[in-house]
């Protein structure tokens, strides 16, 4: 199925991350959101709220983030795609939320333009550090997919993902911007419509009768309904069983629990995305994502011309982590450096694939700016040394 | 020939009394057997005072009585 | 299981029974707990109200109360503690078609819930509150909530409740409810008809019912149990129909207001939206066609 032209504002942009983004939710067929004003995140839902009117939608700026991370999920109920926007403050308040969409299995996505924290911190400054938040934030087991762009052009074109995948796999997304990405402003090229793949959700077929809304297909990914069509279906955040209804028991609880996490296995590494640059010959393989990675990118190229074979693994789905590609870099590299905005997310989780077969090298930062290319450098030299 | 009668579904009643309490005609006691979780159900004392107006029903927390009208 | 064990009319079912999933009774509400009462009269609104039930969504938080949407034969939403309004606000704006029902407790609406709610009434958001009120966050064993009455005995006021408690129904007006009223268990026929009355009027409206939690609050309180509670109610109560909100607060064993206290017209949250979009926009608005956007 292809973009409906109605939200694609195709053409040659020059627009910051914030705004491409918003241009990816109406792309993706997004008709409802809900927010509460953060910096560095309100433009996103303030480009919306003036796009949406003439597209044929609603944006209601609700009275907290509690409230705008369920509306959208009541309105993903009633039939729309919907998404909300937030960064680490409001992330946090959503996080009872998020664990409410995965185990509801309501497709929608939360965007997160990641700020320096903790508590209020640096709302006008990146950082990376929410990004275990992301996948571990709300409590009880449950998983998530959480994209990370690190161009305006990629929070359009990530976005638009984000939307398809939540679609796929009855799963909220999170879209893990930074406020660098937020706030850059490059060219975004929006294409036509009919060159945009939209995933439709995938409504049952079945009669009200037969259909059990949480019995999965054999993707172990169940079909959605909408209300109002004469399902009378049930939906709760209580342990469930393939009606729908509450079912508190162990074996339920188990059974639900694991297929949760399963559903998520065929994306995880097989269609894991991230952009590999050098990684044939490389002896130091960084790990990067966001914003960092484009520092990263100039750190790579200043230690090859020192002779150094580093490499890039950019994540672009950070969760499910794609594990199987660090364990078999780990394989064949001296050794990993992760830099991140933050005091060290997503290297534990490349050291613990990496299980002592390569070095890990954290490169933190406690956010606020972009590290130097020199910092990553060096780095990359200590580790091929 | 009463102009109702009640209907009980006695595995369902919990005993509350509501029914007979509110019945405007006092049709009903909570009779002395109990049932299977141990309630005591309500039972009919003065069938023929039975208007049908279902009051019991509209009152009974577990959906275990309601009035009907008899056909004239 | 119907086990009937008097002579009655043939092929009689109870008349609630296709508005309730009866393939999970029996429910996990207390003996003379005055939910199911609710319940009961909701069934019988949504019956004479003959709106298509197949439009009508009903949404719940959590406590005792939250358990309704589970129970209900309609599309049905347990949502998390005091976010059904802001829910249910979602449900109604992606598809205005909906007549969407939150269904919940003192505790769920006013305490955890209690922003979402006046901003939905602030809105006048087209959504119907019926608010089970039994004084008490019953589910979790009886404690204080914004409504219990002060000087009342509950698990985390073993002393003696003395905050002061919210009016409920004063608070739904002020922050601008179309229509408030207030009824208890033991008014079943008001009730059912002000459900009804709801069920065809647009805009927030709010319904508090006052219900016995025999278990925890009437037994904490040596209030005997919950027959005692509505004989209570029967004779304490006194209808007054346009009583101002401000006189109508509760107390732990004074007299209680119930009646029809608001009934306003005011545009609903998605009139103004339209009106105020097609004013400043023209023919550039576009109507909002949202269910349609998810398919394929």
Same mark, same amino acid.
């Given at each position: 199925?292809?973009?409906?032209?109605?939200?694609?504002?195709?053409?040659?942009?020059?627009?910051?991350?914030?705004?491409?983004?918003?241009?990816?939710?109406?792309?993706?067929?997004?008709?409802?959101?809900?927010?509460?004003?953060?910096?560095?995140?309100?433009?996103?839902?303030?480009?919306?709220?003036?796009?949406?009117?003439?597209?044929?939608?609603?944006?209601?700026?609700?009275?907290?983030?509690?409230?705008?991370?369920?509306?959208?999920?009541?309105?993903?109920?009633?039939?729309?795609?919907?998404?909300?926007?937030?960064?680490?403050?409001?992330?946090?308040?959503?996080?009872?939320?998020?664990?409410?969409?995965?185990?509801?299995?309501?497709?929608?996505?939360?965007?997160?333009?990641?700020?320096?924290?903790?508590?209020?911190?640096?709302?006008?400054?990146?950082?990376?550090?929410?990004?275990?938040?992301?996948?571990?934030?709300?409590?009880?087991?449950?998983?998530?997919?959480?994209?990370?762009?690190?161009?305006?052009?990629?929070?359009?074109?990530?976005?638009?993902?984000?939307?398809?995948?939540?679609?796929?796999?009855?799963?909220?997304?999170?879209?893990?911007?930074?406020?660098?990405?937020?706030?850059?402003?490059?060219?975004?090229?929006?294409?036509?419509?009919?060159?945009?793949?939209?995933?439709?959700?995938?409504?049952?077929?079945?009669?009200?009768?037969?259909?059990?809304?949480?019995?999965?297909?054999?993707d172990l990914v169940p079909d959605m309904v909408k209300a109002g069509d004469g399902y009378k279906f049930?939906?709760?955040?209580?342990?469930?069983?393939?009606?729908?209804?509450?079912?508190?028991?162990?074996?339920?609880?188990?059974?639900?629990?694991?297929?949760?996490?399963?559903?998520?296995?065929?994306?995880?590494?097989?269609?894991?995305?991230?952009?590999?640059?050098?990684?044939?010959?490389?002896?130091?393989?960084?790990?990067?994502?966001?914003?960092?990675?484009?520092?990263?990118?100039?750190?790579?190229?200043?230690?090859?011309?020192?002779?150094?074979?580093?490499?890039?693994?950019?994540?672009?789905?950070?969760?499910?982590?794609?594990?199987?590609?660090?364990?078999?870099?780990?394989?064949?590299?001296?050794?990993?450096?992760?830099?991140?905005?933050?005091?060290?997310?997503?290297?534990?989780?490349?050291?613990?694939?990496?299980?002592?077969?390569?070095?890990?090298?954290?490169?933190?930062?406690?956010?606020?700016?972009?590290?130097?290319?020199?910092?990553?450098?060096?780095?990359?030299?200590?580790?091929?040394? | 020939?009463?102009?109702?009668?009640?209907?009980?579904?006695?595995?369902?009643?919990?005993?509350?009394?509501?029914?007979?309490?509110?019945?405007?005609?006092?049709?009903?006691?909570?009779?002395?057997?109990?049932?299977?979780?141990?309630?005591?159900?309500?039972?009919?004392?003065?069938?023929?005072?039975?208007?049908?107006?279902?009051?019991?029903?509209?009152?009974?927390?577990?959906?275990?009585?309601?009035?009907?009208?008899?056909?004239? | 299981?119907?086990?009937?064990?008097?002579?009655?009319?043939?092929?009689?079912?109870?008349?609630?029974?296709?508005?309730?999933?009866?393939?999970?009774?029996?429910?996990?509400?207390?003996?003379?707990?005055?939910?199911?009462?609710?319940?009961?009269?909701?069934?019988?609104?949504?019956?004479?109200?003959?709106?298509?039930?197949?439009?009508?969504?009903?949404?719940?938080?959590?406590?005792?109360?939250?358990?309704?949407?589970?129970?209900?034969?309609?599309?049905?939403?347990?949502?998390?503690?005091?976010?059904?309004?802001? =829910?249910?606000?979602? &449900?109604?704006?992606?598809?205005?078609?909906? *007549?969407?029902?939150?269904?919940? /407790? +003192? !505790?769920?609406?006013?305490?955890?819930?209690?922003?979402?709610?006046?901003?939905?009434?602030?809105?006048?958001?087209?959504?119907?509150?019926?608010?089970?009120?039994?004084?008490?966050?019953?589910?979790?064993?009886?404690?204080?909530?914004?409504?219990?009455?002060?000087?009342?005995?509950?698990?985390?006021?073993?002393?003696?409740?003395?905050?002061?408690?919210?009016?409920?129904?004063?608070?739904?007006?002020?922050?601008?409810?179309?229509?408030?009223?207030?009824?208890?268990?033991?008014?079943?026929?008001?009730?059912?008809?002000?459900?009804?009355?709801?069920?065809?009027?647009?805009?927030?409206? =709010?319904?508090?019912? &006052?219900?016995?939690?025999?278990?925890?609050? *009437?037994?904490?309180?040596?209030? /005997? +149990? !919950?027959?005692?509670?509505?004989?209570?109610?029967?004779?304490?109560?006194?209808?007054?129909?346009?009583?101002?909100?401000?006189?109508?607060?509760?107390?732990?064993?004074?007299?209680?207001?119930?009646?029809?206290?608001?009934?306003?017209?005011?545009?609903?949250?998605?009139?103004?939206?339209?009106?105020?979009?097609?004013?400043?926009?023209?023919?550039?608005?576009?109507?909002?066609?949202?269910?349609?956007?998810?398919?394929?």
């Amino acid at each position: 199925m292809h973009a409906d032209p109605k939200g694609v504002l195709t053409g040659v942009h020059f627009l910051d991350g914030d705004h491409a983004c918003c241009e990816g939710t109406l792309a993706a067929g997004a008709r409802f959101a809900a927010g509460y004003p953060i910096t560095p995140s309100t433009e996103v839902v303030e480009r919306f709220a003036w796009r949406i009117p003439t597209v044929g939608g609603i944006f209601i700026q609700m009275e907290d983030e509690l409230a705008a991370s369920i509306a959208i999920q009541g309105a993903v109920w009633g039939g729309a795609k919907a998404f909300t926007v937030t960064s680490g403050p409001g992330f946090s308040l959503m996080m009872e939320h998020i664990g409410y969409a995965a185990i509801t299995e309501t497709p929608c996505v939360f965007i997160d333009v990641q700020r320096g924290g903790p508590s209020t911190g640096l709302p006008t400054l990146p950082a990376q550090a929410d990004m275990m938040q992301a996948r571990w934030g709300s409590h009880g087991d449950y998983s998530i997919i959480a994209l990370c762009p690190n161009s305006p052009q990629e929070c359009f074109d990530l976005t638009v993902t984000g939307f398809n995948l939540a679609e796929e796999f009855r799963v909220p997304v999170m879209m893990m911007l930074d406020e660098c990405v937020g706030h850059m402003t490059e060219k975004v090229i929006i294409p036509e419509s009919d060159q945009i793949a939209i995933t439709p959700r995938r409504y049952t077929h079945q009669s009200p009768e037969e259909f059990r809304l949480f019995k999965p297909r054999e993707d172990l990914v169940p079909d959605m309904v909408k209300a109002g069509d004469g399902y009378k279906f049930h939906v709760t955040g209580l342990t469930h069983d393939e009606h729908g209804y509450p079912s508190m028991n162990v074996e339920t609880q188990d059974k639900l629990v694991r297929r949760m996490q399963d559903k998520l296995k065929p994306f995880t590494n097989g269609r894991a995305l991230f952009e590999g640059v050098d990684l044939d010959d490389a002896e130091v393989v960084v790990v990067s994502y966001g914003i960092t990675s484009r520092v990263a990118q100039r750190a790579t190229q200043m230690a090859r011309a020192q002779g150094v074979r580093a490499g890039i693994f950019r994540l672009i789905s950070a969760w499910p982590f794609p594990e199987q590609h660090i364990r078999e870099l780990a394989g064949r590299v001296k050794a990993f450096v992760v830099p991140e905005l933050n005091m060290g997310q997503m290297v534990h989780e490349v050291e613990r694939h990496a299980a002592g077969r390569a070095k890990t090298i954290s490169v933190p930062h406690a956010g606020g700016t972009v590290h130097k290319p020199e910092v990553i450098l060096q780095a990359i030299l200590e580790a091929a040394r | 020939m009463a102009k109702g009668q009640v209907a009980i579904t006695v595995e369902r009643c919990k005993g509350c009394g509501f029914c007979v309490e509110f019945c405007p005609t006092h049709v009903l006691a909570l009779s002395s057997a109990f049932n299977s979780k141990g309630y005591h159900p309500p039972h009919v004392v003065a069938g023929e005072k039975c208007s049908g107006c279902d009051l019991c029903g509209m009152y009974c927390p577990d959906f275990a009585i309601f009035g009907a009208r008899n056909a004239r | 299981m119907s086990e009937a064990i008097l002579d009655v009319p043939l092929n009689a079912t109870n008349p609630v029974e296709p508005f309730l999933r009866m393939d999970r009774m029996p429910h996990i509400w207390c003996p003379a707990c005055g939910i199911g009462t609710t319940v009961n009269c909701f069934a019988r609104a949504l019956e004479s109200s003959k709106l298509n039930l197949n439009k009508v969504a009903i949404v719940s938080g959590i406590g005792c109360t939250g358990r309704v949407a589970g129970y209900a034969n309609l599309d049905s939403f347990h949502t998390t503690h005091g976010r059904a309004i802001p =829910f249910a606000t979602g &449900l109604k704006l992606s598809n205005p078609e909906l *007549q969407v029902v939150v269904y919940s /407790g +003192d !505790g769920d609406l006013f305490a955890i819930g209690g922003n979402h709610f006046i901003h939905a009434a602030r809105r006048n958001m087209d959504i119907k509150v019926i608010c089970v009120n039994n004084l008490t966050y019953a589910m979790t064993g009886g404690q204080t909530g914004p409504a219990t009455p002060t000087e009342v005995i509950s698990a985390t006021s073993p002393y003696g409740v003395f905050e002061p408690s919210f009016n409920l129904v004063q608070l739904a007006e002020a922050a601008g409810a179309s229509y408030v009223a207030r009824w208890t268990t033991y008014h079943v026929k008001q009730l059912s008809r002000a459900m009804e009355e709801v069920l065809h009027r647009k805009g927030f409206c =709010f319904i508090e019912v &006052l219900s016995p939690c025999p278990t925890l609050y *009437q037994r904490r309180n040596k209030m /005997g +149990d !919950g027959l005692d509670a509505m004989k209570f109610y029967k004779q304490v109560s006194k209808v007054r129909n346009g009583a101002p909100t401000g006189e109508c607060a509760l107390t732990r064993a004074g007299e209680i207001v119930v009646g029809k206290f608001v009934d306003r017209e005011r545009p609903d949250y998605l009139e103004l939206l339209q009106h105020q979009m097609k004013e400043t926009l023209g023919n550039r608005y576009a109507d909002p066609e949202i269910t349609t956007c998810s398919e394929g």
